[in-house]
Each structure stands twice: as C-alpha cells, then as structure tokens.
Nanobody, 122 residues
Framework: QVQLVESGGGLVQAGDSLRLSCAASTRTFSRYVMGWFRRAPGKEREFVASISWSGYTYYTDSVKGRFTISRDNAKNTVYLQMNSLKPEDTAVYYC????????????????WGQGTQVTVSS
C-alpha cells in the first residue's frame, strides 16, 4: 500500500505561481512512476504530468512550458511547479503512483491521493 498526501493548493491570480507537493508513504518510492492529474468543475479527470524514477517526464500539451514535475527520492516526494497560471488551470489536483508509466498516464494508476484544490482567478 502507498498513501499519497497532496499539499500546496490555494487561491491565486492569473499569472501567479504555485508549487504542489505529494508525499508518499512507501519504502520503495523510487520504484514508482509518479504523476499529477486534475479534475476541473464539470469535466473529466485529465493527465497533467508524470515522472519516472530516473526523471523522465511527460506533460500534457496545455501545461508544457508552464508546469514542471520533479521528484526527490530521498524525501519520497513529488512536486508540481506551476507558473503562469491561467483560470483554466482551476481544478482539484491529484497525485498518483504506479510501477508502470503507461498505466499511470491512462489514469489507471494503483494509488491516488485525496486531491488539493487550485483556484486561479482572472
């Protein structure tokens, strides 16, 4: 079992930055691909970014150049640095973990956090 706890959400203005954190309770953190998803009001959950144990990253097109995913394997933590935030980034952001990157990016990851709200005002 892996427990994931997100933090760092909040209310910001368009153009501001936020950094989300996700702490994982596992001794084998480095074995997991970690990812971020989001669910905007009235929309389906969507993939945002993922990072492998070695640091290989994927991003959805809408956040490329603005968001950066990173991980600290010593701290069992994954981060999502979000810059130049837009109102359309408003969503609940979820952290996910899975040994397989493809499965995680499809939204079928084994482990999920409870989510943290990000609200971007115009």
């Amino acid at each position: 079992q892996v427990q994931l706890v997100e933090s760092g959400g909040g209310l910001v203005q368009a153009g501001d930055s936020l950094r989300l954190s996700c702490a994982a309770s596992t001794r084998t953190f480095s074995r997991y691909v970690m990812g971020w998803f989001r669910r905007a009001p009235g929309k389906e959950r969507e993939f945002v970014a993922s990072i492998s144990w070695s640091g290989y990253t994927y991003y959805t097109d809408s956040v490329k150049g603005r968001f950066t995913i990173s991980r600290d394997n010593a701290k069992n933590t994954v981060y999502l640095q979000m810059n130049s935030l837009k109102p359309e980034d408003t969503a609940v952001y979820y952290c996910a973990a899975d040994p397989e990157g493809a499965r995680l990016r499809l939204g079928s990851g084994n482990y999920w956090g409870q989510g943290t709200q990000v609200t971007v005002s115009s």
